[in-house]
C-alpha cells in the first residue's frame, strides 16, 4: 500500500553541523508535504512546506528540497542548534485518501551534540 | 490568539474506567483528528470529523468513541474496551482538504495505573 517512510530512525550531528533528513514516500498523487518537528511531550510543530510544483523551498536556516522523479522529499537545517533537537517528520497530501488528507513518516530523532 | 487546547495534559486512568479527553479549536477548522502516538511510532489516525455530527473510523477505533456536536470541538473517550490505552494523544485540526496541513495540540499523555 501506500505509505510515507523515513530512511533513517536517528540522527546525531555536531552543533553548528548541517543536518539533512530524509523521507521517501510511495504515492504519486501527492501533491503537498510538510516537514514537522515535535519535541518531547509536545505536539508537533509546522516547520516548513513545499508543493508539487517546486522542487526546492527556503525558510529560516530550513530547506526543503522534493524529488518526485524517485518520490523523495528532504529536509535541511543549516548551523544545527541544541534547540533543533527533536523528532521531525514529514507528511503528504493526497486527495486520493478520500477525506484523510495526510499522512505521516514515523519520524526521525534528531540529536545535536554540543 | 488561534489555536487547538487539549487537556488535561496528563491522565491517569484505572483498569475498567472510560476517560474522556478534551479537545477545542477556534480555527474554524471543519475538519478534526484524533491520533494515538506510541513511543518510537508515528502517529497512528484513531477518528476524525470533517463536519458537525459526522465523524468516521481512523486505522485503530476500536475501544475509543468520539462525538462532534460544536464544530470547536472534538472530545474523545478511551473506553475500558481499550486494553492498551497507555499513550500520548494528538488532536489535530484543518480546513477541508487540508491545503494547509494539520495543526495539532500540545498532546495528553494518558496512563494506565
Known amino acids: 500500500g501506500e505509505s510515507v517512510g523515513l530512511h533513517l530512525p536517528t540522527l546525531s550531528v555536531q552543533e553548528g553541523d548541517n543536518s539533512i533528513i530524509n523521507c521517501a514516500y510511495s504515492n504519486s498523487a501527492s501533491d503537498y508535504f510538510i516537514w514537522y518537528k515535535q519535541e518531547s511531550g509536545k505536539g508537533p510543530q509546522f516547520i516548513i512546506d513545499?508543493?508539487?510544483?517546486?522542487d526546492k523551498r527556503q525558510g529560516q536556516r530550513v530547506t526543503v528540497l522534493l524529488n518526485k522523479t524517485v518520490k523523495h522529499l528532504s529536509l535541511q537545517i543549516a548551523a544545527t542548534q541544541p534547540g533543533d533537537s527533536a523528532v521531525y517528520f514529514c507528511?503528504?497530501?493526497?486527495?486520493?485518501?478520500?477525506?484523510?488528507?495526510?499522512?505521516f513518516g514515523a519520524g526521525t530523532r534528531l540529536t545535536v551534540k554540543p | 490568539d488561534g489555536g487547538i487546547t487539549q487537556s488535561p495534559k496528563y491522565l491517569f486512568r484505572k483498569e475498567g474506567q472510560n476517560v474522556t479527553l478534551s479537545c477545542e479549536q477556534n480555527l474554524n477548522h471543519d475538519a478534526m483528528y484524533w491520533y494515538r502516538q506510541d513511543p518510537g511510532q508515528g502517529l497512528r489516525l484513531i477518528y476524525y470529523?470533517?463536519?458537525?455530527?459526522?465523524?468516521q473510523k481512523g486505522d485503530i477505533a476500536e475501544g475509543y468513541s468520539v462525538s462532534r456536536e460544536k464544530k470547536e470541538s472534538f472530545p474523545l473517550t478511551v473506553t475500558s474496551a481499550q486494553k492498551n490505552p497507555t499513550a500520548f494523544y494528538l488532536c489535530?485540526?484543518?480546513?477541508?482538504?487540508?491545503?494547509?496541513?494539520?495543526?495539532f495540540g500540545s498532546g495528553t499523555r494518558l496512563t494506565v495505573v
Open positions: 470529523s470533517q463536519i458537525v455530527n459526522d465523524f
Open positions: 513545499i508543493r508539487s510544483n517546486m
Open positions: 507528511a503528504e497530501r493526497a486527495l486520493a485518501y478520500n477525506n484523510n488528507d495526510m499522512r
Open positions: 489535530a485540526s484543518s480546513i477541508v482538504g487540508a491545503t494547509y496541513g494539520y495543526t
